[in-house]
């Protein structure tokens, strides 16, 4: 048999810190795939919902990825789920143990090269790491 290595995969986290009435808030995220690292922090925003909406979107740009993510199944689920699900309306949750085990988005881009109105399906697939 011969095994064929998927190069297609990346990696994906979440920093957060206490606001003044002690919750917890994402402050910082990050990617790395074997070409590129970004980070995003939140004073360049105005919200942590755009924070990670502009993650998201540059995260997509890399079709069929797989993302790895370190607690995806506890705490950074919280913060990664309610963006997907509040603004990718096609988004497909794996839960084992009652808890998160993967998660597939898929989102529509419209594009107009010609008269017509060309879809493209791209996909953000996060996957858990356990340590």
Not at 92 to 114: A, E, F, R, Y
Request: aromatic share 18%.
């Amino acid at each position: 048999m011969e095994l064929v290595r998927d190069n297609k995969y990346g990696t994906f986290d979440i920093e957060t810190a206490l606001d003044n009435n002690t919750h917890f808030i994402p402050v910082f995220l990050w990617w790395k795939n074997k070409e590129i690292y970004t980070d995003y922090i939140i004073s360049n925003y105005d919200s942590v919902e755009s924070m990670f909406n502009n993650c998201f979107d540059d995260m997509f740009e890399f079709k069929i990825y797989t993302w790895y993510t370190h607690n995806l199944c506890v705490f950074d689920s919280v913060f990664i789920l309610k963006t997907l699900f509040d603004f990718y309306s096609n988004t497909n949750l794996q839960i084992k143990d009652g808890k998160p085990l993967s998660n597939k988005v898929i989102k529509m881009t419209k594009h107009s090269k010609t008269n017509k109105d060309i879809y493209k399906i791209k996909r953000l697939y996060l996957k858990i790491v356990i340590n």
